[in-house]
C-alpha cells in the first residue's frame, strides 16, 4: 500500500513539474485538499462561500430559481488563465497575454447551447489572471446586482435568451469555461473547467389583485391631484410584479395627466422625498438650459461651432474638421469626433474620460472619425460636456447659479443636487438627483411648450426644435433622436403613441407624449443591467399606457 501512495505522489509532484517547466508565470497553485479533489469542476453555492470555507456540503446539485435568488459559483482550476493562454500563444510574454485574451463562459439550457461570451480582457486584472486558479464570484447578486465582471455575463445571457430559455419548471443548467487569445484569428482553448445544476425556474409569482393597494394620490406643488379614469388593477399588477422583482430595482412609477396627478407608486424602500440618479436623463436638462440660454441671447444660434470657444489647436488630434463642429452637432449626437460610448474600443468612450483630470480637454483632444459616415448619429457623452463648459463660460454667472435662476426656481425645485466635473461645473452628462414629482415638473414643462404657471421658461421655439427628428437612430427602427431627446413609439391593442423623452442608464425616463396629455417618470437603479430599458418598455406597453391612455 505503502508503494502505490508513493508513485500516486511521485507521477502528481512529475505531472505538477511539467506543468511547472511550461508556465509563463507562478500561480497561488493547489490551495487545499477539496481544490485537488474538483480540479476543472464548477461549483454552485446559494451564498458567497470564501474557497478556503467552502465544504462539499455547500454544493448545490438543484436549485430553485426566483427572481430574488442568489446563485454563486467557485470554479476549481488546475493553473492560472495566463498559463492557460500561454498555451494558446506561447510566442507572447505574459503583459501581452493579459490584453488580448481572457475566459470565454458559455451557458447551456437542457444541452442547449443559449449564450457564449469571450469576457472583454480588462476583467479580471491581469494580475488575477497571473495568479488566482480559483474563481469565487457570484453569477447573481439579488442584493448587489451587476457589481461584478461574472453578473455582467449573466446578465448579457439572460438578455441574449437566457430568459425566455428558463420558462416556468424544470431544467438543467450547464456552464463551461475555456481560454481565449484574440490574435489575427480568435483562439480557443481547451475546457477548463465546467458544472451542472438542476434547476426549478419559479419566476412568476402568483397575484391576489384583492391584496394589493395603491398608494394614495395626494397634491404636490403644481399638480392637483386627478380624477381622471383608470384601470387600477394593471397598476396593480405592474405593482405586484415590481415588489416580486419581475421587474427589477424599479423606484418610482408617476403618472401625470392632464397636468394632474394620477399615478404615484414608489418602491425598493423610496418615497416622495427620495431624490433619484437618473444617469443620461441630466442631458436633456442641458439641453433646457441652451434653449433658455439661446432665447436670451447668451448663444447666438445652435450653429456656432468650436472655434468660436475653444482655441483648438492647443488640444492633442487637431483637425480642420473640428472647428465646424457645431452646438446642433452635439446637441444631436453627430460630430465628427470618434467618440461612442456604445463600442468599448472608441477613443471618445466616456469610460474613458471619468479618470481624467480634465474632461473638457478629454473631449476636445479626442481625434475625429475617418470611416464613420458623415452626421451620423452615435452616442458621444463628451460632447455634451462640451455643451455644459460653453455654457458655463457664456452665461452670466456659470451655469450653476443660471440654472437655478433661470429653470429650477420657476419650477420651484428647491432640493436637487447636481454632479460636478473635475473643474466643479455642473455635470451636463449626467446625474443630477431630483424627486421623481419635479421631474415630472421637468416632463410637464415640455408639455406645456416651456410655460408654468403661465410664464415662458424655456422659449416654445426651442420645445419645437428639440422635439424634431433630426437623426435616425442605427439599428433602431422608427426611433430618433432630436436635442438631447429621444423618439420612439409604444404600441397598444395596434394604436401607436408617440413619444419624445430622456433616458439614462438603469432604467430611468421621462416620456412626453404627443398626442396623449401624459407625462410618465419611472425612476429605476438597474446601472449597466441589460434588462433596463427594456424592462421599462415592456411595462409602459403591458400596463402604464393600457391603464391610462385614452381609447376613445
Not at 176 to 187: D, F, G, H, N, S
Not at 264 to 282: A, M
Not at 434 to 450: P, R, S, T
Request: proline share 4%.
Amino acid at each position: 500500500m505503502r508503494h502505490y501512495y508513493f508513485l500516486v505522489l511521485l507521477m502528481t509532484c512529475s505531472l505538477q513539474l511539467s506543468a511547472q517547466q511550461n508556465d509563463i508565470v507562478k500561480t497561488q497553485g493547489i490551495t487545499s485538499a477539496l481544490h485537488q479533489n474538483n480540479i476543472g469542476q464548477i461549483i454552485f453555492t446559494e451564498k458567497a462561500i470564501t474557497a478556503a470555507e467552502l465544504k462539499k456540503t455547500d454544493f448545490l446539485s438543484a436549485y430553485t430559481l426566483t427572481n430574488k435568488s442568489n446563485l454563486f459559483i467557485t470554479v476549481f482550476m488546475g493553473n492560472s488563465l495566463t498559463n492557460y493562454m500561454h498555451q494558446l500563444a506561447p510566442e507572447l510574454n505574459a503583459d501581452s497575454l493579459v490584453k488580448i485574451g481572457c475566459y470565454q463562459f458559455s451557458l447551456f439550457i437542457d444541452d442547449h447551447l443559449v449564450y457564449s461570451s469571450n469576457l472583454h480582457p480588462g476583467a479580471p486584472y491581469g494580475s488575477i489572471k497571473n495568479f488566482e486558479t480559483i474563481i469565487s464570484k457570484p453569477l447573481i447578486n439579488y442584493q448587489a446586482e451587476n457589481t461584478l465582471w461574472t453578473q455582467s455575463f449573466w446578465g448579457r445571457f439572460m438578455h441574449f435568451g437566457g430568459d425566455s430559455a428558463l420558462t416556468e419548471g424544470k431544467h438543467l443548467l450547464r456552464m463551461e469555461i475555456r481560454p481565449y487569445v484574440q490574435l489575427a484569428t480568435l483562439k480557443v482553448g481547451n475546457l477548463i473547467a465546467k458544472g451542472e445544476l438542476n434547476i426549478t425556474v419559479n419566476r412568476k409569482p402568483k397575484i391576489d389583485l384583492a391584496k394589493i393597494n395603491l398608494n394614495p394620490v395626494k397634491a404636490y406643488d403644481g399638480f392637483p391631484v386627478s380624477t381622471e379614469k383608470l384601470d387600477s388593477n394593471k397598476i396593480k399588477e405592474l405593482k405586484a410584479y415590481i415588489d416580486a422583482a419581475v421587474f427589477k430595482n424599479i423606484s418610482s412609477v408617476v403618472v401625470i395627466k392632464n397636468g394632474k396627478l394620477l399615478v404615484e407608486e414608489y418602491f425598493n424602500g423610496e418615497g416622495r422625498d427620495t431624490l433619484h440618479d437618473p444617469r443620461s436623463v441630466g442631458k436633456s436638462f442641458a439641453s433646457a438650459i441652451t434653449g433658455i440660454a439661446m432665447g436670451e441671447g447668451y448663444l447666438k444660434s445652435e450653429d456656432q461651432t468650436l472655434k468660436e470657444f475653444y482655441d483648438l489647436k492647443s488640444f492633442d488630434h487637431y483637425s480642420p474638421l473640428k472647428e465646424e463642429v457645431s452646438i446642433k452637432n452635439l446637441l444631436t449626437m453627430s460630430s465628427v469626433f470618434d467618440g461612442n460610448d456604445d463600442i468599448d474600443a472608441s477613443p471618445g468612450n466616456e469610460e474613458n474620460m471619468y479618470p481624467t483630470d480634465n474632461w473638457v480637454k478629454f473631449a476636445l483632444s479626442v481625434p475625429v472619425s475617418l470611416t464613420r459616415p458623415k452626421d451620423e448619429w452615435h452616442y458621444f457623452t463628451a460632447g455634451v460636456i462640451l455643451l455644459g463648459d460653453i455654457l458655463n463660460k457664456t452665461v452670466p454667472g456659470g451655469l450653476d447659479k443660471y440654472a437655478d435662476e433661470k429653470l429650477f426656481k420657476p419650477l420651484n425645485i428647491r432640493d436637487y443636487k447636481w454632479q460636478y466635473t473635475p473643474q466643479h461645473v455642473p455635470n451636463t452628462a449626467g446625474g443630477i438627483r431630483l424627486k421623481a414629482l419635479d421631474f415630472a415638473k421637468f416632463g410637464q414643462l415640455y408639455k406645456n411648450d416651456g410655460k408654468w404657471n403661465s410664464k415662458q421658461v424655456i422659449p416654445k421655439f426651442w420645445i419645437e426644435k428639440t422635439f424634431t427628428k433630426y437623426k435616425a437612430l442605427p439599428g433602431r427602427n422608427g426611433e430618433y433622436y432630436g436635442y438631447l431627446f429621444w423618439n420612439k413609439k409604444y404600441v397598444v391593442k395596434n394604436k401607436a403613441y408617440e413619444t419624445f423623452y430622456c433616458a439614462g442608464n438603469g432604467g430611468n425616463s421621462i416620456f412626453v407624449f404627443k398626442d396623449q396629455p401624459l407625462v410618465i417618470v419611472i425612476t429605476a437603479t438597474a446601472y449597466g443591467a441589460p434588462y433596463a430599458h427594456p424592462q421599462v418598455d415592456q411595462m409602459m406597453e403591458r400596463y402604464i399606457l393600457p391603464a391610462v391612455i385614452d381609447t376613445n
